[in-house]
């Protein structure tokens, strides 16, 4: 069974920087995407960024495309999302999951598993 543990979510100021860490446990397959989903008060969760474990190919939202990185050290089974310029608009709780085989970008959300808890972001203005 697929865990992940995402954390490193804090409040920061707008402008301000933040890298959030996946560690993903269980994995019984080789080939994998993992994904950064956000879920902001009121509004349904949305995918940010995956990245896939066969190629390293990076996908993301628009809203993030220029101000967000996706990285993952496949050694440790850990995935990094690095969050630069960030906006209030960015504030949600985080959440990473896992998507076994190859997803068509960022994938649909049905196609993960192993969703943890996420960790709170909150931008200030």
């Known amino acids: 069974e697929v865990q992940v543990v995402e954390s490193g979510g804090a409040w920061v100021q707008s402008g301000g920087s933040l890298r959030l860490s996946c560690v993903v446990s269980?994995?019984?397959?080789?080939?994998?995407?993992i994904g950064w989903f956000r879920q902001a008060p009121g509004k349904e969760r949305e995918a940010v960024s995956c990245?896939?474990?066969?190629?390293?190919?990076?996908y993301y939202s628009a809203s993030v495309l220029g101000r967000f990185y996706i990285s993952s050290d496949k050694v440790k089974n850990t995935a990094f999302l690095q969050m630069n310029n960030l906006e209030p608009e960015d504030t949600a709780v985080y959440y990473c999951?896992?998507?076994?085989?190859?997803?068509w970008g960022l994938g649909q959300e049905f196609e993960y598993e192993g969703w943890g808890q996420g960790t709170q972001v909150t931008v200030s203005s």
């Open positions: 269980g994995l019984s397959y080789n080939l994998y995407a």
């Open positions: 990245i896939s474990s066969d190629d390293g190919s990076t």
């Open positions: 999951a896992v998507a076994p085989g190859t997803t």
